[in-house]
């Protein structure tokens, strides 16, 4: 399936742009389904049909993209919105938005692919929000801020400063407090050692394993990557209810 794409920005040839690269996007395929100069004209051709994602510019006149954004929020089930943009300042704003993505132009088409890969894994979980689909981190790393569904994180392990958020492509840096997420989201995660949260859907099998230096212990074998981490005695218990829960 395709996804039904509206364009929003001020400027023709931008729009231009970006539907020559959704033209070229393959995995998944997109359908642009209008253009919109403004946030008003946006508005009028999402209240026609459907519409599952909006590709929105910030600076426009009249109602700018994060005030459409904004104001899109209020709606049943709105269209999921990326951010396209001139302006890398606005990013952790347009994430306080619920933005999927944040692309700054020129637009490059691998960037905007891996934009249509996010929306659609979203739409794809959405049915299951109560499982956690839709909850994400906001991870800012490098300079570009980026939303990380919990729904694909395998673990978060506390080192030194920072949170390694693991999943199945890549490992991520996150600013945070592993308290604070384990306290949060204690129905998705369930803590193994002092310094890690695993997935509790990823959790296949507690195992016996001897260290050369500390000894006989135990570790976690989980779903999506070889890495076995450490589980402590006094987490055990509750790791080992993870597998029947």
């Not at 039904?4 to 040839?13: F, M, R, S, T």
């Not at 909850?135 to 392990?157: C, D, H, M, P």
């Not at 803590?191 to 212990?217: T, Y």
């Amino acid at each position: 399936m395709a996804l039904k794409v509206l364009i929003v920005d001020d400027e023709a040839l931008a729009r231009s742009r970006l539907r020559t690269l959704l033209g070229d996007c393959t995995d998944p395929r997109a359908e642009v389904i209008g253009e919109a100069g403004n946030a008003v004209q946006a508005m009028d051709q999402i209240q026609r049909g459907p519409c599952d994602l909006l590709l929105l510019d910030i600076h426009m006149p009249g109602v700018d993209g994060m005030a459409l954004a904004e104001n899109l929020r209020s709606m049943a089930a709105p269209p999921r919105v990326v951010f396209v943009t001139a302006h890398a300042e606005h990013a952790v704003h347009a994430f306080e938005l619920e933005a999927v993505d944040y692309l700054t132009k020129p637009v490059r088409l691998e960037r905007l692919q891996q934009a249509l890969q996010k929306v659609q894994r979203l739409l794809t979980t959405e049915p299951s929000e109560a499982g956690g689909g839709s909850e994400s981190l906001l991870i800012q790393e490098r300079g570009r801020s980026e939303r990380v569904a919990l729904s694909e994180v395998i673990y978060l392990k506390a080192e030194l400063k920072y949170i390694t958020v693991r999943t199945a492509e890549k490992e991520h840096i996150y600013d945070g407090a592993l308290s604070d997420l384990e306290q949060k989201y204690a129905h998705l995660f369930v803590r193994v050692h002092r310094n890690a949260l695993v997935a509790r859907r990823c959790v296949r099998a507690v195992e016996k394993h001897n260290d050369p230096v500390e000894g006989e212990g135990w570790t976690v074998r989980l779903d999506g990557c070889d890495e076995r981490l450490a589980v402590s005695r006094r987490q055990l218990a509750a790791v080992r209810e993870s597998l029947i829960g």
